[in-house]
């Protein structure tokens, strides 16, 4: 692997740094992926959001069928169900984006322990964000 050295301003490197670590990772892992994004290009990342989204439609695909939908369980058991853990639009946008890799590790395992244990949800309203967004 080769070294490569750049001339960037003291304090700017000071809070590249800072940040660096609160992100877990390192400046040279920072300037390495903005080297490899610009090497590239958007191509790359079209083609890894693609793959991603195949495999959520694999694994929408895959889940089971549990047959009719229950009777109307009222407002207030639909309450206690909107407390209960489902995603935010920025867990499934954190999935699909490569440039932080951090929050990108950590929305892919929160969503394949999910999917493990069977109780991975959306809603349609993440959904269409999700959507919007990506």
Known sequence: MANLTIAIDDPL????????VQQGTSVNEVCRQAIERFVRGDDAQRVLRAARAQRLLQIAASAQ?????PAWPGRDAL?????RERFDTSVLVYAFD????PK?????????????????TISTQ????FCAVV
């Open 126 to 129: 993440v959904l269409q964000e």
């Open 13 to 20: 490197l000071r809070e590249a740094r800072i940040k660096a």
């Open 98 to 101: 490569p440039n932080d890799a």
């Open 104 to 120: 990108q590790r950590v929305a892919l395992d929160l969503i394949r322990a999910h999917v493990e244990d069977g109780d991975f």
């Open 79 to 83: 309450y206690g169900e909107a407390l």
């Open 65 to 69: 069928n549990p047959g009719p939908a």
